[in-house]
Structures are given as structure tokens and as C-alpha cells.
């Protein structure tokens, strides 16, 4: 069974930036988009930003202009590189892959708190 592992989160002041990864253990095949998702305390899960297999990315109205998505060639990588943190921007962040039958995978999250 694959698993995604994220890692790179942390505490940063605002205005700072980080570098999220996420890395699949095993095989996941056919994935077609890669994206990261968060949960901040008491709200729902929200995409943050996604990538498809052609490389075409979206993000959300928040965090356009800030945060940068990525992926390796192989697909077995994605990143999510976030500049000008902003205290909103705390909450657990997924990476999610999304396969070519709809199969999706998690990782079990990361923690990113802003904070002065």
C-alpha cells in the first residue's frame, strides 16, 4: 500500500516562507494531479493548490501570488513552496495524489503555524 509523507512544516513569523514536500513510499500509478490541501482549527479541509500531469496549476484566491506549487518528473514528489506567510495561512497541510480512476491518496499531514 503507498503512502504519502509530508514534511517541512513548522513555525515561521509572518512574512516568512517555507517549503512543503511530500513524498510517495510504493507505487502509485497513473496519478494525474498532485495537490496540497489545509484544515485550520474548526474550518473544513480546502485546496490550496493542485497540478495535473501537463503541469497546468490552480490555486486558491488566498494564496495566489504567494505560494508556488511543483512536482518532480517521476510524479513521486510534489512541493509547495509558500512565501509572505501570513498568520491565516496556519492550519495542517495534505498532499493529496489523485490517480487516472479517481484513487485518491493522503498523507497525514503536516503542521504550518505563523505566528509572532
Known amino acids: 500500500q503507498a503512502q504519502l509523507v509530508e514534511s517541512g512544516g513548522g513555525l515561521v513569523q509572518p512574512g516568512g516562507s517555507l517549503r512543503l514536500s511530500c513524498a510517495a513510499s510504493?507505487?502509485?500509478?497513473?496519478?494525474?494531479?498532485w495537490a496540497w490541501y489545509r484544515q485550520a482549527p474548526g474550518k473544513e479541509r480546502e485546496l490550496v493548490a493542485r497540478?495535473?500531469?501537463?503541469?497546468?496549476?490552480n490555486y486558491a484566491d488566498s494564496v495566489k501570488g504567494r505560494f508556488s506549487i511543483s512536482r518532480d518528473a517521476a510524479g513521486n514528489h510534489v512541493y509547495l513552496q509558500m512565501n509572505s506567510l501570513q498568520p491565516e495561512d496556519t492550519a495542517i497541510y495534505f498532499c493529496?495524489?489523485?490517480?487516472?480512476?479517481?484513487?485518491?491518496?493522503w498523507g497525514q499531514g503536516t503542521q504550518v503555524t505563523v505566528d509572532s
Open positions: 497540478i495535473t500531469i501537463a503541469r497546468d496549476t
Open positions: 493529496n495524489f489523485r490517480n487516472r480512476w479517481a484513487r485518491e491518496y
Open positions: 510504493g507505487s502509485i500509478p497513473a496519478t494525474t494531479v
